[in-house]
């Protein structure tokens, strides 16, 4: 725990990165797709965050692999090394990475939550009488 923040602030540090914080369907439903004026406007947008969701799911992906990579390397450095400051600095730098991983782990599955909705958002206005577009 960080010294200067008290219990119930790293408590809220801790919820916050154990929490799911994506778009409720709800909002994306009425106030991204349908706050657009035309049923043509809906599903355009809703396309456009389907675009977002899969960038952001291809980004995470690499920076995934490539830390999952970065790891590996680190921990044979550590392994390898006879000199105690670099096996301190690989810890140091493998921690840091499996933070980070961490956080594009949790971004890569909120993303995939979001693409889906967003698919079945555009299937359900393709599938409804408003679909005709």
Known sequence: MDSELSKEQQNYIDISLKEKWTIPKFKAEHF????QITPFGAIKQNFLELVGRETAIQNCEYEIEKLELDIDIENKKYEESDNE??????QIEIKHMKGSLNGFIRNLEHSKEERLMYL???????????GVL
């Open 32 to 35: 991204v797709g349908h706050g």
């Open 85 to 90: 400051f670099e096996k301190r600095r690989c």
């Open 120 to 130: 079945n958002l555009i299937e359900d206005l393709d599938k409804s009488v408003d």
